[in-house]
Each structure stands twice: as C-alpha cells, then as structure tokens.
C-alpha cells in the first residue's frame, strides 16, 4: 500500500487530492469550487482533518463529464 491510499475497499480506494488532481486534470481549488458548487464528490474525513476521495466516484464524474461532449 502506498501513502497515497488511506483505505482499500473491493473495486474502490479512497485517494489523497493528489490522485484526485492527476485523474481529474484539475487542481485543488477549481475541485474545491466544484464541491461547492455540488458539481464534483465530496470528500470523506476517515482520520478527521484529512480529506480522502472515492476513487470509483471520482471516476464516475469523469466518465459523466466526458459523456457529455459534444461528438
């Protein structure tokens, strides 16, 4: 397990905002506004001041978001 995964659970992991930035191509504060915004998951709080992403959501919401252009 790398630093990176806080938890493995079957076919999910919840992931660090780093991984979430490389899956997404997005950084921390366009991703912030679209959890704002409740465009994007929010994250989960596993230790309490750390934040983690469902890394199958995350994949979801991309997958949605590519789903939606125009071909």
């Known amino acids: 397990m790398t630093s990176e995964i806080a938890t493995t659970t079957?076919?999910?992991?919840?992931?660090?905002l780093k991984?979430?930035?490389d899956i997404v191509?997005?950084?921390?504060?366009r991703i912030y506004k679209l959890?704002?915004?409740s465009?994007?998951?929010p994250p989960?709080?596993?230790g309490g001041a750390?934040?983690?992403w469902s890394e199958a959501e995350v994949r979801a919401?991309?997958?949605?978001?590519?789903?939606?252009?125009?071909v």
């Open 35 to 37: 959890i704002r915004e």
């Open 50 to 52: 750390g934040s983690r």
């Open 39 to 41: 465009d994007f998951p």
């Open 25 to 29: 191509g997005l950084k921390r504060t």
């Open 44 to 46: 989960y709080k596993p």
């Open 19 to 21: 991984v979430v930035e």
């Open 61 to 70: 919401w991309v997958s949605k978001i590519m789903a939606t252009r125009a």
């Open 10 to 16: 079957g076919n999910d992991r919840l992931v660090m």
